[in-house]
């Protein structure tokens, strides 16, 4: 499975983003995909996650902001952000991990936020 996030930026404080992961290869082995992302300085940070039924989780930091979602095909992973703020800017990175008692997990190149206050 290959990821590969778009969809970042420079935007102001208050400004919203969409990003992008589309992914390819085996994406039937997938059970749950997520973003996670790493500011400068701290630990990468799970962000939201949504199963293949739809069962979505989100970091308290971000709730009543970002929605996650997916395309019905599998193939491509949505992050909507409203309300940016200058402590979402990180590099944010794709995440899928497979089915099985020992899953595979994959990870996308990251792609860059930077909220300006």
């Known amino acids: 499975v290959q990821l590969q996030a778009s969809g970042g930026g420079l935007v102001q404080a208050g400004d919203s983003l969409r990003l992008s992961c589309s992914a390819s290869?085996?994406?039937?082995?997938?059970?749950?995909m997520a973003w996670y992302r790493q500011a400068p300085g701290k630990q990468r940070e799970l962000v939201t996650s949504i199963t293949n039924d739809g069962t979505t989780r989100y970091a308290d930091s971000v709730k009543g902001r970002f929605t996650i979602s997916r395309d019905n095909a599998g193939n491509t992973l949505y992050l909507q952000m409203n309300s940016l703020q200058p402590d979402d800017s990180a590099v944010y990175y794709c995440h899928a991990k497979s089915h099985g008692t020992l899953p595979a997990v994959y990870w996308g190149r990251g792609t860059l936020v930077t909220v300006s206050s």
């Open positions: 290869g085996r994406i039937s082995v997938i059970r749950v």
